[in-house]
């Protein structure tokens, strides 16, 4: 699992490219965990490359999605391969986290 | 290996004794035999010259000359053997079997277990006894003895002020780390003017793996009585010290493990007790169960509750995570169940007298802010089934999808609601994102609950998962079965399909078959 962060002037873009679960799911967490992240008005995910999304990872999103809706900063999800979004569908997470096709889409979110 | 060195080094020593043996005396007899020829040749010339008067006193010399040598070569050739016992080093063959004898007590205490302070005794007495040592202490590092008693400084033929002023002495003007031979102590700095009685002494550490165990210090009165092969004998010693007391280490460490593997199957037993053994039975429907950990002990759970009025409480469960932790929010899960689930006194009419799903579902949610981890959540699914409505009324909180064999349209279908899992939303709103479902089923109608461990479980390449899609075709194949057959039949193909694969999540399985209404016994 690798995640990439892209920065621009009030949006961060983290590529997760690989298997997110319990081992990468640390990874992922320093990245979100980091105390200037809440300084960008948005923080889109690109999920193109995450092929499997373990409850682990899951989890990883959830613990941070209070800290985001406080600060104000929009957590967007696109460009999700079929197979993890059923994940995120069955969890009920589409209710509750921007989640959209693709990057045209989560620049306008 | 110390020991490899210590054979090795055994091996040359042997080498060069029996070499010097052999070499040593044939010189000495073709010196012992030329001397004694040289002499007579002399006594011949003495003779043959007309007598002692009448010889050249160059003749005289060479006898003379040869006598002495004579008198050396005899001296080497009956002394030279008494000569090496009387020095500071024992023999070659008494170093060795002392040397050995060494070895072994400290490798016994291992075998016996015993404790990491007899090894440094042990160790501290051989290595006296080797290099015949006057006194000797060993300074252990507090942070890495592995002794018992983390203060151990072993002392030998020395009182503890004693050490304290040589090592306050070798404090001041500190050895560069590893091994040392001083052999004129009182000229160095440090200890100029001391009126301390020793004057060779010997540095060793005890070097392990990782880190130094401590430093031995031997000390003599005699000037000049340490040398570099005392040091490399002594060396041997302190490397089996050292893996003596790593193998304690590693013995300690895997006694450790092993309780707590007798603790975690205790938890497995205790785990195993809270997931109901007896189904329950009834005329109306029949249930097979079937529930696997991937550890010890796990995160899924189900359970079954009857309810006044025919009615039957059906919970499943996945809390996120596998292992200890899992479990203990399973046990608190089943915990809120079985509280949540009571008759509340107060109802106004029957049908309120048992929280309906979603007002469970939104309860337990409550119930578990305060000791849910964040990053955790549980998925559950409650099902209350009326068998006098011949309905279901049920909730899904993100847990998997319901698989559902209809009769009387003899269809199988997955049951599409929405919901949120538990612990994820941490507030009153949780209750917007919990839906009730209502269903009126029929006899032979067959429902089948599961968790995620099912449809996700690897097989094939690796990397494949089985899916909703192959469990939907196993329903379609065998819902004319018992319930139990049903059960069979599915984990039958899913054992076939993650064959050689290890089980990576929890395993549940439930099938509940309706049945034909039978009158009341």
Redesign the interface.
């Known amino acids: 699992m690798k995640v990439t962060a892209q920065p621009s002037a009030d949006t961060l873009t983290l590529l997760l490219d690989g298997e997110l679960d319990a081992s990468s799911a640390i990874v992922l967490d320093t990245e979100l965990a980091k105390p200037d992240i809440l300084n960008y008005r948005k923080v889109l995910i690109d999920c193109a490359k995450l092929s499997y999304i373990s409850s682990a990872g899951l989890g990883v999103f959830i613990s941070h999605l209070q800290r985001f809706q406080d600060a104000n900063v929009k957590l967007v999800f696109f460009n999700m391969q079929e197979k993890v979004f059923n994940v995120f569908e069955i969890l009920g997470l589409d209710a509750l986290m921007t989640i959209v096709p693709s990057l045209t889409e989560a620049e306008a979110a | 290996m110390p020991v490899e060195r210590r054979r090795r080094r055994g091996g040359l020593v042997c080498l060069c004794y029996s070499w010097f043996l052999s070499v040593r005396h044939p010189l000495l007899y073709i010196g012992f035999l030329l001397a004694l020829l040289s002499g007579a040749l002399a006594v011949g010339n003495l003779l043959a010259d007309g007598g002692p008067g009448a010889a050249p006193w160059t003749t005289w010399l060479l006898l003379l000359a040869d006598l002495g040598t004579l008198a050396v070569l005899l001296k080497l050739f009956f002394r030279a053997p008494a000569a090496s016992a009387t020095s500071s080093v024992a023999t070659p063959a008494a170093l060795r079997e002392s040397e050995v004898l060494s070895l072994q007590r400290l490798a016994q205490i291992v075998q016996r277990g015993q404790t990491s302070t007899e090894v440094y005794t042990v160790l501290l007495e051989s290595a006296v006894q080797t290099v015949r040592a006057d006194a000797a202490w060993l300074d252990l590092d507090a942070n890495h003895t592995g002794t018992d008693d983390t203060n151990a400084t072993q002392y030998y033929n020395i009182v503890p002020a004693q050490a304290e002023a040589l090592r306050a002495g070798l404090r001041a003007h500190p050895l560069v780390e590893g091994e040392h031979v001083v052999n004129d102590l009182n000229r160095r700095p440090g200890f100029l003017g001391t009126s301390q009685a020793y004057r060779s002494l010997i540095q060793l550490p005890l070097r392990g793996l990782h880190f130094n165990y401590g430093t031995l210090y031997l000390l003599k009165v005699e000037p000049g009585t340490f040398n570099r092969e005392d040091v490399s004998i002594l060396q041997t010693f302190t490397g089996q010290a050292v893996l003596s007391i790593e193998n304690l280490e590693l013995m300690r460490a895997s006694l450790a493990n092993q309780r707590t593997q007798e603790e975690l199957k205790i938890a497995s037993q205790v785990q195993d007790s809270l997931i109901p053994k007896n189904l329950p039975t009834d005329n109306w429907f029949e249930i097979s169960s079937h529930s696997l950990a991937a550890k010890e002990v796990g995160g899924d759970f189900y359970d079954f509750l009857h309810l006044p009025g025919r009615r039957l409480a059906v919970i499943i469960g996945d809390v996120?995570?596998k292992g200890v932790t899992a479990a203990f929010h399973m046990a608190q899960m089943k915990g809120i169940f079985h509280s949540l689930m009571q008759e509340n006194p107060l109802a106004k009419n029957e049908r309120d007298k048992f929280p309906v799903p979603s007002k469970f579902m939104a309860q337990a949610n409550t119930a578990l802010i305060h000791c849910l981890e964040?990053?955790?959540?549980i998925?559950s699914s409650l099902y209350i089934i009326d068998y006098e409505q011949g309905g279901f009324v049920f909730a899904r909180?993100?847990?998997?999808?319901t698989l559902y064999y209809h009769a009387l349209r003899e269809e199988v279908f997955y049951f599409d609601s929405?919901?949120?899992?538990l612990?994820?939303?941490?507030n009153e709103s949780y209750e917007k994102?919990i839906k009730n479902q209502f269903y009126d089923y029929s006899p032979g109608d067959v429902m089948v609950i599961y968790t995620?461990g099912i449809v996700e479980a690897r097989g094939g390449s690796g990397t494949d998962e089985y899916g909703e899609d192959r469990l939907k075709l196993r329903l379609e194949e065998s819902y004319f079965q018992e319930a139990e057959d049903i059960k069979n039949f599915i984990l039958d193909d899913l054992n076939a399909f993650t064959h050689g694969f290890p089980i990576h999540d929890d395993q549940t399985l439930l099938v509940i078959k309706f049945k034909s209404a039978q009158p009341l016994p």
């Open positions: 996120s995570g964040k990053s955790s959540f998925t909180a993100g847990h998997c999808h929405a919901g949120l899992g612990g994820i939303i941490r994102h995620d």
